[in-house]
């Protein structure tokens, strides 16, 4: 089963590979050589840090490859916009009455302190599929809460 990611997610996940592959590694392979030919390789900090970012610029990029090709791009345009699905930004309310305003993203996008969650997350699955004025149960970690749909809108 694909993961799903939004195409503002997708084109900042390529554009950070993209970024890594032309110029930072190019940049860092440059200093490595330059710090090579200075000689004894030992004690030369230059060339021990440029091979270490090496590895992690490396280790990224493999990272990131394998995850743009099993993430599936949805495009919240193109679905339904009756209820809660990927790509929808919530506002709901809680038994105090106060509102949150969440937008339902793929795990590699969900940063909860900026209001995105993930569908995988038990806010996003308790969310997902409900309609205006709906209530959401959240079986959450800090116990139970139950939310009310206020809004749902679409980017």
Do not use: C, W
Request: hydrophobic content about 30%.
């Amino acid at each position: 089963m694909p993961d799903y990611i939004t195409p503002e997610g997708y084109r900042r996940m390529t554009d950070e590979y993209d970024t890594l592959l032309r110029v930072e590694r190019p940049r860092i392979t440059a200093e490595v050589a330059y710090a090579a030919s200075l000689g004894d390789r030992s004690e030369n900090a230059e060339y021990i840090y440029g091979k270490k970012r090496l590895r992690e610029i490396d280790h990224r990029l493999r990272y990131l490859r394998q995850r743009i090709e099993s993430l599936e791009v949805v495009d919240p345009s193109q679905v339904p916009m009756d209820r809660v699905r990927f790509g929808s930004i919530v506002e709901v309310e809680d038994e105090d009455g106060t509102r949150h305003t969440y937008r339902i993203v793929g795990e590699d996008e969900s940063d909860p302190r900026r209001g995105r969650v993930s569908y995988q997350s038990p806010l996003g699955r308790a969310l997902l599929g409900r309609t205006e004025g709906e209530e959401a149960v959240v079986e959450a970690p800090g116990g139970r809460r139950v939310l009310e749909v206020a809004s749902i809108r679409y980017p």
